[in-house]
């Protein structure tokens, strides 16, 4: 059984920081692919971050400058260092593994960005 947890949500002014932390557990063999993903109310999941093991980044045009994943393929933690957060970066972030034994997504951290 594999189980990842995220922490570090919470509510902040605009402007503001938050750091996500992903921690995997369980019969993990090989972590291939992690990734944060988010969902506003009324919209569609959509990716934010990836990083691949060896490192290889991408992020979705609008945290772009401003997030950056990062992983600790040691721990079998991820994390994701979000700055100069807008209100529009209000939403349920989760995270996701690849690998093997399959595919696992996190049970999700409320961000909310608000004054």
């Known amino acids: 059984q594999v189980q990842l947890v995220e922490s570090g949500g919470g509510l902040v002014q605009p402007g503001g920081s938050l750091r996500l932390s992903c921690a995997a557990s369980g019969s993990i063999f090989s972590i291939y692919w992690m990734g944060w993903y988010r969902q506003a109310p009324g919209k569609q999941r959509e990716l934010a971050a990836s990083i691949s093991r060896g490192g290889s980044t991408n992020y979705a045009d609008s945290v772009k400058g401003r997030f950056t994943i990062s992983r600790d393929n040691a721990k079998n933690t991820l994390y994701l260092q979000m700055n100069s957060l807008k209100p529009e970066d209000t939403a349920v972030y989760y995270c996701?593994?690849?690998?093997?034994?399959?595919?696992?997504w996190g049970q999700g951290t409320q961000v909310t960005v608000s004054s």
């Open positions: 996701k593994m690849e690998g093997v034994p399959g595919d696992y």
